[in-house]
């Protein structure tokens, strides 16, 4: 059983910033990426960013120069810091996890909430 707990979610003001963190049970050597997806309300769930298992990156335009995301290959974690947080970026935010047989598993998700 996947397990992926998060972790960092909470309440700022815009301009601040924020770090999750989603530590994953299962080996690095079984993961192909890694990635942060958010849903607001009345909107579909969405990319936020993505690392590889080689290290390469992706991001929403949204947040593209915003936010960072990282990964831990020792502690298994993948991280995301927020920057110059917005109101727009208030959401659900979940951890997802891909692994090298195409499973893909996801956190709980954390609540993260930015006031203008």
């Known amino acids: 059983q996947v397990q992926l707990v998060e972790s960092g979610g909470g309440l700022v003001q815009a301009g601040g910033s924020l770090r999750l963190s989603c530590a994953v049970s299962?080996?690095?050597?079984?993961?192909?990426?890694m990635g942060w997806f958010r849903q607001a309300p009345g909107k579909q769930r969405e990319l936020v960013a993505r690392?590889?298992?080689?290290?390469?990156?992706t991001y929403a335009d949204s947040v593209e120069d915003r936010f960072t995301i990282s990964r831990d290959n020792v502690e298994n974690t993948v991280y995301l810091q927020m920057n110059s947080l917005k109101p727009e970026d208030t959401a659900v935010y979940y951890c997802?996890?891909?692994?090298?047989?195409?499973?893909?598993?996801w956190g709980q998700g954390t609540q993260v909430t930015v006031s203008s």
């Open positions: 690392i590889t298992n080689g290290g390469s990156t």
């Open positions: 997802n996890v891909l692994t090298r047989w195409g499973n893909s598993y």
């Open positions: 299962i080996s690095r050597f079984n993961i192909n990426a």
